[in-house]
C-alpha cells in the first residue's frame, strides 16, 4: 500500500530543544515536500525536495531545517524550537511535475 | 497575484441533501485545480483533479466538481451528503514556480452533516 510516514504523531516539547520530525515514503517519488498547517493561514509549505541531496526553500522556511540524503526520507528539523512553530505538520509526496500531492497523517507538534 | 478563495468557512447540511462548495481561483495561466478533503486527525486526502478536457470532472466519495474559467471557479458537489462526509475541503492551484509546481491552497470549508 502506498504510504507517507510520519512519526511522531504528537510532540510535546519545550523551547530550544532540538527535535526531528520523520517522514518516509515507500512510493519511489522523487519529489517530497513539508507544509504547516495553521488556523486562518491555511497550508503553507516550509522546504522542498525535487530530488536527492536537492533541497529548496519553500514559503515559510524559517527556523527549519531538512535533509534527502535518501529518496525515501525527508526528515523535517527543527534545532531551537519556539512556540510559534507549534503547528500540524504534514509531508507529503508526489509522482511528477503536475502529479496531485500524497500526504501522511500528519505532526502535532506544540512547543512550550 | 494568485490565490484561491474559498467564500464559504463553515456550511452545515442535512444528511441525504445536496452539497456545494465553492471555490475561486486566480490564476494567469491554465490552472492546474484540485480539492482535498481532511478528516479529523488524518492527512489530506485528493478527492478529484482538473488538468485539461472535460470541464466536469468525477471524483472519489461520489464527488464531481467544474471548471469554469469565465467565472475563474472549481466548485464542489455532491447530489447527496452521508455523514461521513463531515470534514474540513480544500481547494488548490497549482501554479509554475521555477522548477516547482507549487500548490495555491484555499483556507477550507468545515462542512457539518446533520442527521
Known amino acids: 500500500e502506498a504510504q507517507v510516514t510520519q512519526n511522531p504523531r504528537y510532540l510535546i516539547t519545550v523551547t530550544g530543544k532540538k527535535l526531528t520530525v520523520t517522514c518516509s515514503q515507500n512510493?519511489?517519488?522523487?519529489?517530497m515536500s513539508w507544509y504547516r498547517q495553521d488556523p486562518g493561514l491555511g497550508l503553507r509549505q516550509i522546504y522542498y525536495?525535487?530530488?536527492?541531496?536537492?533541497?529548496d526553500k519553500g514559503d515559510v522556511p524559517e527556523g527549519y531545517k531538512v535533509s534527502r540524503k535518501e529518496k525515501r526520507n525527508f526528515p523535517l528539523i527543527l534545532e531551537s524550537p519556539s512556540p510559534n512553530q507549534t503547528s500540524l505538520y504534514f509531508c507529503?509526496?508526489?509522482?511528477?511535475?503536475?502529479?496531485?500531492?500524497?500526504f501522511g497523517n500528519g505532526t502535532r507538534l506544540t512547543v512550550t | 497575484a494568485q490565490s484561491v478563495t474559498q467564500p464559504d468557512i463553515h456550511i452545515t447540511v442535512s444528511e441525504g441533501a445536496s452539497l456545494e462548495l465553492r471555490c475561486n481561483y486566480s490564476?494567469?495561466?491554465?490552472?492546474?485545480l484540485f480539492w482535498y478533503v481532511q478528516s479529523p486527525g488524518q492527512g489530506l486526502q485528493l478527492l478529484l483533479k482538473?488538468?485539461?478536457?472535460d470541464t466536469l470532472v468525477q471524483g472519489i466519495k461520489g464527488f464531481e466538481a467544474e471548471f469554469k474559467r469565465s467565472q475563474s471557479s472549481f466548485n464542489l458537489r455532491k447530489p447527496s451528503v452521508h455523514w461521513s462526509d463531515a470534514a474540513e475541503y480544500f481547494c488548490?492551484?497549482?501554479?509554475?514556480?521555477?522548477?516547482?509546481?507549487?500548490?495555491?491552497w484555499g483556507l477550507g470549508t468545515s462542512l457539518a452533516v446533520n442527521p
Open positions: 507529503a509526496t508526489k509522482s511528477s511535475y503536475n502529479s496531485p500531492l500524497h
Open positions: 512510493m519511489n517519488h522523487e519529489y
Open positions: 525536495s525535487m530530488n536527492v541531496e536537492v533541497t
Open positions: 490564476y494567469g495561466a491554465t490552472p492546474y
Open positions: 482538473y488538468f485539461s478536457g
Open positions: 488548490a492551484v497549482g501554479a509554475r514556480a521555477g522548477n516547482n509546481r507549487k500548490l495555491i
